[in-house]
């Protein structure tokens, strides 16, 4: 991690220059306690349905965020939290999540299904976009430790043409493949570290 | 809100689209677009689409001064925040600029004040509503899934659109088919709808052409066939010929096969893809015999992987003379190539017989060749009335204004 939790803090206040300095403070300190509500105060997620968003890449949760915003994507709930919400305030939340650590899924691993959904990772060569340690980079999502049910809910929703906003390749990439081989990847990607 | 709504909501959008899914789940499937024709040489590859950007850039971050250009032209900043904004189009009055985005689902207004631009939103959550083009009092606007006729929209920025995408029987495959638009001097409207992939069989014949309709979407015709994904073309003043750029396809490597710009001399004529690329490069993966033969081949290749985009015929007096007759062109940069290429406008002097042409360097600096790293991207290329030029920025958002004085001896 490049800093610790006060760097950052010191650096998001940074970013908040302005005559109301202390109440954008507040409303920063607001928006990140609602997030804690369903994606952990630590963004790490033990909500069903809601991504961890710790250690994600920046210009990953940016680019989310405004299509959030902008009610492109994720359920009427993000939308409406995010209406109206300033770029520059998403690019502070964006850079608050993306140094914070991962946790380790401790969930027990099938390990038939975590071999396969590995098998299949492997052939659809996922890891040349996300890393071969599968933590993502600049657009390109995290998938190691995310949430297993949000994964396979995610690429099927691409498959299926549900996520506009990105560049129609993830969809084209997902092209053809069934939902079984979605939930060995998903089981696969959120034991990873 | 609590903690317990969120949760709620959160799983019954889940349970939702999870049962939506499955019902839709049974669709027969090719293999997968992206990866189809990736060799095994290229299995470790890191290539990856450049990351796009979803917030505002100001001005002030703007590197402009790296700008180059041929000398007595002159790069300004003309508009600045235009997330995501690609091709422009020009109002009735040239007083408005209209500006469509792919991800972000918007487009722009941007007025224009003489000595400074407002920018409103006119439309947003929509599906990559890249085209837009104006004719006889109206904005038309077409996503992947829908086509909206803004009428008299100058007078009344607040009007209703006209829902037309009925009418233009657009297909269901999205990849590549988000539109460049723009009506022909005959005012029909042109509309291409790519190759659904990065090479494949396309499933149905509706795909890798380029269509023309009347403005209320009838009298639909396939003007030109085998087009990979066009995202620009534009009209020979003189002859009337429609020239078009085209993007060459993945995977085979960093020299190619390059990016097109080609002529339509005659309707029907057939452009190659997915069996013929370039100045005749069979296609390794989807083979044919004789996979060259009555392909129309491009005037001239456009480098490889470059992303040629918007073409624009000049037709002002401000620049040299020997604009006249020449066509500026966007290449908004490589992402499948170990070395970047592209990242500038080139202006292209074709032949007098339009067989060839002569590419020279116009509008660089947008890439570092040594840090192999870009800024910007330049994408379309508007004429002003007094013969200057827009180009969009749709990495920055921005618009760049170009004008030339003759330089001081």
Redesign the interface.
Known sequence: MPWGAKGRWALLAALFISAAHAQVEERMAAQLRSCAGCHGADGNSVTTGAPSLAAQPKIFLENYLVLSREGLRGPPVMQALLKGVPDKEIVALSMHYSGLKATANIDPVDKKLFQRGKDIASKNRCSSCHESTFRGREQMPRLAGQREEFLAEVMLAYRQNRRPGGDTIMAASLYGIPETDFKAMAHYFSRLK | ???S???L???S??TL??Q???A??KAA???????QG?PAAL???????N??????TPASEIPIDKLKLPKGFKAEIWATGM?GGRAMAFSDSGKKIYVGT?????VYEVTDAGDKRTVRVVV??L??PSGVAFQGGSLYVMAIDKVLRYDGIEANPAVQPVDLTAKFNLPKE?????KYLAFGPDKKLYVPFGG???ICEPPSKEYAQLRRYNADGSGMEVIATGIRNTQGFDWHPKTGEIWFTDHGRDWLGDNGPEDELNRIDKAGNFYGFPYCHAKGIPDPDIKKKDACKDVTLPVTTMGPHAAVMGVKFYTGDMFPKDYQGAMFIARKGSWNRSKKFGYDVVSVRPSADGKSAKISPFLTGFMDPKENTFWGRPAYIAQMKDGSLLVSDEQLGAIYRISYGAPKK
């Open positions: 809100m609590k903690k709504v969120f949760v909501a959160a799983a959008v889940l689209s999870i939506a899914a499955l839709q789940d499937a090719p293999p997968p677009a992206w990866q990736r299995a470790d590859s890191k290539l990856a689409p990351a796009g950007k979803n917030t505002e997330v792919r991800g972000i689902g918007r947003d959550k599906t990559q999205q990849h590549h088919n988000w659904p992939c990065n």
